[in-house]
């Protein structure tokens, strides 16, 4: 006799109750297929899932892979900013001349040495009417116009030219023409200095000294200074510079055709 059974048993239960016997197979047979799901299709199914999942990922990989090519492409396109920068030869336009080279011969350096283009030419004087042209009284040395420093009381007197002395030079010397009035009773406080300054005013050196007992007038040569090459590829100052006292009476000093000149024979 078989005992009732609750509905929704499940097929595996009422087979237990029914002690395997052979109507349990038959009740088997008699389910409907779409109702019965074994243990082992249940995995094999789950794992049906994520094996189609995978197709997704590795259709995105053609993604990134085409966006490398952008990246390529704006590489190429990019100007390089080393071919734009790259130097010329050509000097700034405001670049100064290059400094004159030295001869083998000597060559003065001063421009208007000889005074002869009159005053406020190439040379820098303190005090009044330095560079003057020559009269019957007091004729130029040689031209039309001389250097007069000094002549009265007081006085304070300098004259200058500024230069570059030439890289390479191996003998740099002055001459000039000079004339001295002395003055009476000379005690030597009147004096005229011929030095070598650097552009700061620096004593580089110095080269002549004149006092008021230096006697002479009647234009003449001063024995030719020789000036140390050293001086080489400076720039520096020739200056005379005058001064007198007060006592009443006075010493002039008077300059013409001046020349430094340097040479590398």
Request: aromatic share 6%; charged share 15%; hydrophobic share 40%.
């Amino acid at each position: 006799i078989v005992p009732p059974v609750k509905v929704g048993l499940s097929a595996i239960a009422l087979l237990s109750l029914l002690g395997g016997c052979a109507v349990g197979g038959a009740v088997a047979d008699d389910l409907p297929d779409a109702g019965l799901i074994t243990a082992a299709d249940g995995p094999s199914a789950s794992r049906d899932g994520p094996a189609r999942k995978s197709d997704g990922p590795t259709g995105k990989v053609d993604g990134p892979i085409g966006n490398i090519d952008g990246p390529v492409g704006k590489i190429d396109a990019a100007p390089s900013p080393v071919d734009a920068a790259l130097p010329t030869d050509a000097p700034p336009p405001d670049a100064p001349p290059p400094p004159k080279e030295c001869s083998a011969t000597f060559t003065n350096l001063l421009a208007n040495a000889s005074f002869d283009q009159g005053a406020g030419i190439a040379w820098t004087a303190t005090g009044s009417n330095i560079i003057v042209p020559g009269s019957a009284s007091f004729p130029a040395g040689d031209g039309s116009h001389f250097a007069w420093l000094a002549g009265f009381d007081g006085a304070d007197d300098t004259l200058a030219q500024t230069v570059r002395i030439p890289s390479g030079t191996t003998e740099l010397r002055l001459r000039f023409l000079r004339c001295n009035n002395q003055e009476a009773g000379a005690n030597g406080t009147d004096q005229m200095t011929v030095e070598l300054r650097a552009t700061s005013g620096t004593l580089l050196d110095s080269l002549a000294t004149f006092t008021d007992t230096t006697s002479g007038c009647g234009w003449q040569a001063f024995p030719t200074i020789a000036i140390s090459p050293t001086r080489a590829g400076q720039t520096v100052t020739l200056a005379f510079a005058a001064t007198t006292d007060d006592n009443g009476v006075f010493t002039s000093y008077r300059v013409d055709e001046v020349a430094l000149e340097a040479a590398c024979p």
